[in-house]
């Protein structure tokens, strides 16, 4: 069982900078696949970044690209996401989740393992 902590949301202009971690506990971190999702309130949860097992390639939807930097630290058990240029549609809960698949999915339904979120609000 693997447990994942979200922290470093908050409430920002547009156009600044936030840094999301997510710590994980309970299992062997470099055994899994992670990503960040987002999902607004009364929308479906969006694919926002992923990382392989030993944090080779990154890849974004194409929403976040060239803005936000998807990171891991194995010997931390953490995750980052480095969040550059917010604009007021980034404003969404994020929450990070794991998956012992290879090479990770954009599909939230293939993860298995989800923290509780961080909320990010990015205000004009």
């Known amino acids: 069982q693997v447990h994942l902590v979200e922290s470093g949301g908050g409430l920002v202009q547009a156009g600044d900078s936030l840094r999301l971690s997510c710590a994980a506990s309970g299992g062997t971190f470099s055994n899994y696949a992670m990503a960040w999702f987002r999902q607004d309130p009364g929308k479906e949860r969006e694919f926002v970044a992923a990382?392989?097992?030993?944090?080779?390639?990154?890849f974004y939807a194409d929403s976040v690209k060239g803005r936000f930097t998807m990171s891991r630290d194995n010997a931390k058990n953490t995750v980052y996401l480095r969040m550059n240029s917010l604009k007021l549609e980034d404003t969404a809960v994020y929450y990070c989740?794991?998956?012992?698949?290879?090479?990770?999915?954009?599909?939230?339904?293939?993860?298995?393992?989800w923290g509780q979120g961080t909320q990010v609000t990015v205000s004009s």
């Open positions: 990382i392989s097992r030993i944090g080779w390639s990154p």
């Open positions: 989740a794991a998956t012992p698949i290879i090479t990770p999915p954009r599909n939230s339904n293939n993860y298995n393992y």
